[in-house]
């Protein structure tokens, strides 16, 4: 937002009431006998009958791209629905789609600058700047008015966000197969597959190029030189490994 503060209570409104999914499917379907209508009942008794107050604070909805750390071509969209703990924390689980199908890919823990300059250097290299993406456009919160999805990337642009992906499902990969992989967010143009930009465009009716141009006067931080760590050559992944536990008789 640029000249005033939206009051919060009209935010929460705003946030609770917007629309923004059900328009993406998840990229694959999961092997396995349809519900029985047993399940089914279970399912939605449980519903009605659990307190599920975690997924009740998973409040806001952001829409990005992420890629391979290590491979740059390995590139998908990412949809985090989000929970704010404090003002220097955020964390997010990380779905394939905005359907009820859609696949659990991952999470996401995003921090402040305070906060990742107190991080281990090696600890850094885990990270990722979310400058680009908002000052691009590519990251967007569908369903809310431009106004409130202005201020909320302003709070957003300085921060990090530490990304593992477990269900690759851009690979068609039907189950959780394989390691858990590092992701990595974009840093310049010419890097993030426009095609997929333009499909997200159109299933949600907005435009990532107006979006740059209205998110201009958007402060661009620095970034820690140890974030990004990929630029530089030095790519983190996570690997099989083939080690025996040892016996402690």
């Not at 703990?85 to 789609?97: P, R």
């Not at 299933?203 to 006067?217: A, I, L, Q, Y």
Request: aromatic share 8%; proline share 5%; net charge neutral.
């Amino acid at each position: 937002m640029k000249n005033n503060i939206l009051p919060a209570t009209v935010f929460m409104f705003l946030v609770l009431s917007g629309c923004g999914g059900e328009n993406t499917e998840s990229n694959v379907k999961a092997p396995g006998a349809e519900k029985t209508t047993k399940s089914k009942v279970l399912g939605a008794g449980a519903d009605l009958m659990q307190d599920k107050t975690p997924l009740k604070k998973l409040n806001t909805y952001l829409d990005g791209f992420h890629f391979y750390n290590g491979d740059m071509k390995g590139q998908m969209e990412a949809h985090h629905y989000v929970t704010q703990l404090n003002e220097d924390v955020h964390q997010a689980i990380i779905f394939d789609g905005n359907d009820e199908n859609a696949k659990i890919m991952g999470i996401e823990y995003i921090v402040s600058a305070k906060l990742f300059a107190q991080l281990p250097p090696e600890e850094k290299k885990l990270w990722h700047s979310h400058v680009y993406e908002v000052k691009s456009g590519e990251l967007i919160a569908p369903g809310i008015p431009e106004e409130a999805e202005h201020e909320l990337m302003e709070k957003l642009v300085s921060t990090y966000g530490k990304t593992i992906h477990t269900w690759h499902t851009d690979r068609d990969l039907q189950l959780p197969m394989g390691s858990p992989m590092l992701m990595m967010g974009f840093t310049k143009d010419g890097q993030l597959d426009t095609g997929m930009v333009a499909k997200r465009d159109k299933n949600f009716g907005v435009s990532t190029s107006k979006k740059r141009e209205n998110r201009k006067d958007i402060p661009t931080p620095s970034i820690d030189p140890l974030a990004n760590a990929w630029q530089k050559g030095e790519i983190r992944q996570l690997q099989w490994t083939d080690k025996k536990a040892k016996s402690h008789h």
